[in-house]
DNA sequence: GCGGGATTGTAAACCGCTTTACTGAAGCGT
DNA sequence: ACGCTTCAGTAAAGCGGTTTACAATCCCGC
């Protein structure tokens, strides 16, 4: 009867087959012990006939780990996290390391609430990756936490190995395409300054257009969330405006999906009328009308990069912990750029 | 000093603190007892002073279950999963539950190795997505498992609930809609017949075309999976094979993206000279060249009924366990089906 | 002023595994 | 034959909670 009944098939019952003590079970089991092959083939036996497995929870209490590690990202249903936690799973499962997923959808106070819990106990480590600029709170409690690996958008003041993407020269290489073909007045349309992709991006953005114009050009900004709605409304407003610019910067797909979905609706041909570059080019944009040219971020590096920091960090010495690490960005020509109009 | 070194502050330091006994502060946590309001005070404060956090671990042993549920899918970095994911997550969050994630990403054995490993200890139920065909030991193992819903598409003999989109209903929409503008040779691209989705899309389809024409029509299959690559190689053949139909049903947004993509980098023209159904409506079709017409599956309810299902279902009586719940499918028209040229 | 039910609280077993400290016995050199 | 080092294996103390089975106290009515 080798079918084991679900309820208690436990060390103890093991090594009462084996006829040895659990304690021999245990450390043949975690390779603390080699054991003459009688012995050991006799426990294996014992194993498989009773269908032993150990029971996760009575080993993380005893061992203190856990061998998980928690992922808090704003959205799942968002290609870009998406994406990003398939990678760190992936990554954290050649590990052999369970993956706690945990999504904060932007309702305030669940990260806070999510360090608190997971940090304090219950994972070996965090990735954490926030979309919103932080109050000091969070940063407070990362530095307290420990073991936190800070992912895409930074909370600045906390003491935790950072890992982004290179905004800034996203936002340069996105300049010199746009300038490169005569643009002059750009709009950058991203988040507020307070959140770091937004202010390198943009920055990166207006180094390339003072190299090649040095001030005989004009970089407007939309400040807003990284969401298809504030690409919508981005939209509309620079229409109202009068179309203030030849090009538009589009700080991440979402806006760009917005920005297009309400040009396209009222009539304005792209690349003709007005050009658009996007940034981090998950989706299926060279499907889009007309496909997307775009920045791209390497978001699957960033998702296993990350997962190795938080592993292979020396957490002992937090003073020499590496700050912060950049991954490389590249331009995606496609068809949404042309020189302008009037130039 | 209100802070808690990190270290050990253990139920033992709180009791102690308000000088009551371990139990004490045990079981007014887990409500089992009603306190004194100056008791409860003392406690409380020493909680708080003491920055106490229960540990999950040990709580879990204790206990015997994790408040954790895992969730197995193919792939994560697929917005339809990852939707999916996360109205899982959301929903267990709103629950108070955990959740351990898991992508297969089509290796073989994963599943088997994940079910084993998660379903016998370690979490408290499981959600589990397939998307290939079974040979029937996942549905062995499934059976005596407990506490799996499956989701999206079957497996087939296992006793468990089953939780689907209404696949038949989908593809007779999309019939309904093909033939209702004349359409008559229509190529069907989806997965192999032992799937339970692919077969029940076809059939759904087949049903549809049958009532309108009775038998003066034509519809053709390609089999294969979910993919963009396969969606690519249909579009080849299908221009190999002279086009042989005036409209494709495409499974899913990966075959149809696939195939779109084929389709007009060969300069067909669509929906001019063919028209393209699609089937789950995720990503920005509305934003494809053209936009493309799709049935949408209600992922989100998916997500949120399954762990419904996992949490309310009574699984003491394995015998009258539900077995088959389906949910509505529609269609949404956009601008990538016209009647045929050649009706 | 006493039996008896609440009310408040406690001691101790247990969850299942890891790990430290220790023992009995065998192997070995001399 | 003796001391010394492995070798093979064990008992028992945790890990940090939950929970059962009791005990002490108090408030009653009679």
Known sequence: MPMAQNSTVGLRHVADA??????????????SLELPTETRHRIETAIRHLGYEPNPHARRLSRGRSDTIGLVVPDIANLFFATLVAAVEEEADRRGLALSLHAT???????????????????????FVTNHPDDGELAALINQTGKVVIVDEDVPGAKAPKLFCDNEQGGYLAGVHLTGLGHRRILF????????SARRRYLGLVRAVTARWSGAAYVQRYVGAYT?????????????????????????????????????????SIPAEVSIVGFDDIGPLHLFAPPLTAIRQPVRAIGERALALLVDTDWLHRDTLPTEELLPVELVVRNSVAPPATP
Chains 1, 2 share one sequence.
Not at 18 to 28: E, L, Q
Not at 105 to 127: M, T
């Open 228 to 268: 298809v709605d504030f690409g919508r409304r981005a939209g509309r407003r620079f229409l109202d405006e009068g179309r203030p610019a030849s090009a538009i910067f589009a700080s991440s797909d979402e806006i760009a999906i917005g920005l297009v979905e309400v040009l396209r609706s009222e009539g304005v």
């Open 105 to 127: 959808l932007n309702r305030p106070g669940r990260e806070l609430a999510y360090l608190k819990a997971l940090a304090r106990n219950h994972v070996d480590g965090l990735v």
């Open 189 to 196: 349309v991203g988040g507020p300054d307070a959140m770091i």
């Open 18 to 31: 084996a006829r040895v003590s659990v304690t021999t079970v245990s450390r043949m089991l975690n390779g």
